[in-house]
């Protein structure tokens, strides 16, 4: 069997996946204090390299590996960029491995649960634990805001977001969505490099935006409004409202949209954006939840004054990336 080199990439269609096993690596921590999955700083024991190690969740294990999983680990495998993640390998603990193949990673839509000769495999196989392997970043963005005293500077904030926007600009034009832009999936080394993470909930688009995704994706605070009102048909748009939202909260020093629930998260967006209409919107009342959550009266938007002590080219910006419209942005 193939086996990959210590350090090296272990992503050839021919070298098996997980050919290696975790005890390669040697935990050091759990990265997050466990309020995440299970995301460890382990050392590669003959590189010394230190790498990130993200176990894999096995939350309904009869059901074999998990399809998310599955996505990421695709997605992950065809993007290489300075500003996304590099995932290095994937490595296994005793028993975990019999059913990963790379046959199981290349078919676009057959489950988890088949092998290659399209058998179901049993779930059983799955015992022990798959992990990804990262290479290793110091921070988040949000562990890094959330430190006493923090308050980035608007060079470092121009910084990260040109990092930012050069990553998503480089998924978008290989037909990636993130669908879960947010602080902690935005890691960060000391030199200041900004890389996107945790692609758990991206997948591939096509461009005409036919397709019928789930508008079930991305974390409340930084989900734009034609999710909330129930597209399934969407694009790009969706995480360039998610950096709108980060941008405002890196000069504002806390989040600007911070709703509960789905309802009150619109009525936000309404009362900073502005409630949409045909004019503005067209076809917006022809979205599938627009009558659910309807406003109830016409609010005018406000970003300009919300914001008025953010420099002037940040707030044009700004007033883009907040775009109701999708297709205007
Ligand atoms: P999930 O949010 O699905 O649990 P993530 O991939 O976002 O998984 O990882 C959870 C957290 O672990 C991140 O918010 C980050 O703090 C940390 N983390 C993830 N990957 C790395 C990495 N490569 N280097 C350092 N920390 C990481
Ligand atoms: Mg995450």
Redesign the pocket.
């Known amino acids: 069997m193939a086996v990959a080199a210590p350090g090296q990439l272990n992503l050839d269609e021919f070298p098996s996946w997980g050919s290696r096993g975790v005890d390669c690596f040697e935990k050091l921590e759990q990265?997050?204090e466990g309020t995440?999955?299970q995301?460890y700083?382990a050392k590669e024991t003959e590189t010394n390299e230190i790498?990130?190690l993200?176990k894999i969740r096995m939350d309904n294990e009869r059901e074999g590996f998990p399809i998310t999983a599955i996505r990421e680990i695709k997605i992950l495998k065809k993007l290489h960029h300075q500003n996304v993640?590099q995932l290095k390998e994937i490595v296994t603990s005793p028993g975990a491995c019999a059913g990963l193949t790379p046959s199981s990673l290349n078919c676009e839509f057959a489950g988890p649960d088949r092998d290659e000769q399209g058998k179901p495999i049993d779930g059983n196989k799955y015992k022990g634990s798959i992990y990804m392997v990262?290479?290793?970043?110091?921070?988040?963005l949000?562990?890094l805001a959330d430190r006493p005293g923090m308050r980035f500077t608007v060079p470092q904030i121009k910084c990260y977001m040109k990092q930012l926007l050069t990553g998503l600009h480089y998924c978008h034009v290989n037909q990636v969505l993130h669908r879960?832009i947010k602080g902690?999936?935005l890691?960060i080394d000391n030199e200041g490099n900004l890389?996107l993470?945790?692609f758990?909930l991206a997948r591939s688009f096509s461009s005409d935006h036919n397709g019928n995704l789930t508008n079930r994706v991305i974390t409340l605070w930084y989900r734009p409004p034609e999710l909330l009102l129930g597209s399934t048909r969407y694009g790009p748009a969706v995480d360039m409202w998610s950096v709108g939202c980060i941008f405002a909260e890196l000069l504002n020093g806390k989040p600007i949209l911070p709703g509960k629930n789905e309802p009150e998260q619109l009525t936000k967006i309404f009362e900073l954006c502005g409630t949409p209409d045909e004019l503005i919107w067209p076809g917006v009342t022809k979205m599938p939840w627009y009558n659910n959550f309807k406003p109830p009266r016409v609010l005018k938007r406000k970003v300009k004054d919300a914001f008025k002590h953010f420099d002037r080219h940040a707030l044009d910006l700004l007033e883009r990336m907040l775009t109701l419209d999708p297709s205007q942005v």
Do not use: C, P, R, W
């Not at 990262?134 to 988040?140: C, L, N, P, Q």
């Open positions: 990265i997050g995440y999955g995301v700083m790498v990130a993200k993640i990262f290479e290793y970043m110091d921070h988040d949000t562990g879960d902690s999936n890691l890389k993470a945790d758990g």
